[in-house]
Nanobody
C-alpha cells in the first residue's frame, strides 16, 4: 500500500486548509485511513480516521467540530478539511492506514507541514 499526502502549508489563525491522502496498491477493506500529527517536541497524536468501507469517522476531541474527514472511494482518496485553525494545530500531519483487526497503523504516507500563525 502506498499513501501519498498532499496539501498543507501556512495559514493564519482562523483559516482553513485541506489535506488529501491518495491510496494505491491494494484495497483497504478492513482498514481505517486517518491522520495523525506531530508538533514540535511532541509525540505523534491521533487526529481523525475514517473506515474505508463504512465511512464511519472518529475525531480527537481537540479537532471535533472544526475538522472533517471524508473519503472518495472511486478516487481512492481521503480528504481532510481543517477549518478554524489554531496555532496549536501546527504540526507535521501524517496519513496512515490502520488495521481494524490488529489496531496497528500499518502503512504511512510522508508527512506534510501545517503551520498556523497567530
Amino acid at each position: 500500500v502506498q499513501l501519498q499526502a498532499s496539501g498543507g502549508g501556512l495559514v493564519q489563525a482562523g483559516g482553513s486548509l485541506r489535506l488529501s491522502c491518495a491510496v494505491s496498491g491494494r484495497t483497504l477493506n478492513g482498514y481505517t485511513v486517518g491522520w495523525l500529527r506531530q508538533g514540535p517536541g511532541m509525540e505523534r497524536e491521533f487526529v481523525a480516521r475514517i473506515t474505508w468501507t463504512s465511512g464511519n469517522t472518529a475525531y480527537a476531541a481537540s479537532v471535533r467540530d472544526r475538522f472533517t474527514i471524508s473519503r472518495d472511494n472511486a478516487a481512492n482518496t481521503v480528504h481532510f478539511q481543517m477549518n478554524s485553525l489554531k496555532p496549536e494545530d501546527t504540526a507535521v500531519y501524517y496519513c496512515g492506514a490502520q488495521s481494524m483487526l490488529r489496531r496497528d497503523w500499518r502503512y504511512w504516507g510522508q508527512g506534510t507541514q501545517v503551520t498556523v500563525s497567530s
